[in-house]
């Protein structure tokens, strides 16, 4: 129904920025709740960030509030993950969720059905 690819991952120094994007295809004339994951090497998956089926709600990890932002651009079918500030505990892979039922946002993965392959991010110290 819907298919997501992430891109805009590399590698960057502590305390600087990057700019994950999330390409959605398919049935994009439907509005989908949105958000961020990372899985560091040995850990769980986790939360970064969400963002309401229409945009009106955000959410974000306690970890990464203050630094990072999520936005969308509805014509192009575009979400992003703006990082700054980026610390080595941010380094991991990075992937996009989407699920068309979420009210507000939720921050439990199995919520979302859709995911894209993730793209990594590495911060060196």
């Known amino acids: 129904q819907v298919q997501l690819v992430e891109s805009g991952g590399g590698l960057v120094q502590a305390g600087g920025s990057l700019r994950l994007s999330c390409a959605a295809s398919?049935?994009?004339?439907?509005?989908?709740?949105m958000a961020w994951f990372r899985q560091a090497p040995g850990k769980e998956r986790e939360f970064v960030a969400g963002?309401?089926?229409?945009?009106?709600?955000?959410y974000y990890a306690d970890s990464v509030k203050g630094r990072f932002t999520i936005a969308r651009e509805y014509a192009k079918n575009m979400v992003y993950l703006q990082m700054n500030s980026l610390k080595a505990e941010d380094t991991a892979v990075y992937y996009c969720a989407a699920d068309p039922l979420i009210v507000g946002v939720r921050k439990e993965s199995n919520e979302y059905d859709y995911w894209g392959q993730g793209t990594q991010v590495t911060v060196s110290s």
């Open positions: 398919g049935r994009t004339d439907s509005t989908y709740a």
């Open positions: 963002i309401s089926r229409l945009g009106s709600s955000t």
